[in-house]
């Protein structure tokens, strides 16, 4: 579906700014904005996102700076450094879509698509022509629910390891130095 361009001229809203860096490459979202206004907003802030809205950085496209915009950032501003696709949700889940730019098939499409060295692009309108298999909308929730518990999982242990990691060296630094305490009589 088309999407839109903010206007700033008689805007006195304020909105949260989603920029090249906002996006987790680790995670896939969103975990810093900028609040930006027309007098202040860099001339990249212009495209109005929505809840469901699937955003892909194409500079340096290989990176995979993607994210699915939830409710918390529906309406705010994302650079024209990302594409906007949004889902005809007759069709298609706004989730299918992004779970297809994460595979390694479209990140094969993005090299082969891409253009300059030092900051290496792919327009818009390349990455709205990538084919997406589109199955029966139950085949896409039945595959959309399995790749979610997968990735809340593997989210778990990414999150969950390090946490584990720095308690355990915290216990250890704490059993090391009753361990070596000796009482001077």
């Known amino acids: 579906m088309t999407t839109n361009n903010i206007r700033w001229k008689n805007n006195d809203n304020s909105y949260r700014y989603i920029d090249l860096t906002s996006v987790s490459r680790d995670n896939n979202s ?11 907003a860099p001339s990249r802030a212009q495209k109005l996102v929505l809840e469901n809205d699937v955003i892909f950085a194409t500079t340096r496209p ?45 990140k094969n499409y993005v090299e082969e698509n891409q253009s300059g060295s030092a900051y290496p692009a792919i327009s818009d309108a390349k990455v709205k022509e990538y084919k997406i298999p589109i199955p029966p ?49």
């Not at 969103?30 to 202040?40: G, K, L, R």
Request: hydrophobic letters at 35%; one cysteine or more.
């Open 30 to 40: 969103i975990i810093e904005t900028s609040e930006i206004n027309a007098n202040n």
């Open 62 to 106: 290989t990176q995979q700076r993607l994210c699915l915009i939830d409710k918390e950032y529906s309406g705010e501003i994302a650079s024209t450094g990302y594409c906007v696709l949004r889902a005809k949700t007759d069709d298609v889940i706004p989730k299918w879509i992004f779970f297809n730019l994460t595979t390694t098939d479209f």
């Open 137 to 185: 909308l139950a085949e896409q929730e039945r595959i959309v629910g399995i790749l979610d518990k997968f990735d809340t999982l593997v989210n778990s242990i990414s999150e969950g390891l390090p946490k584990e990691i720095e308690m355990r060296k915290k216990q250890y630094e704490y059993y090391r130095n009753q361990l070596l305490k000796f009482h001077h009589s």
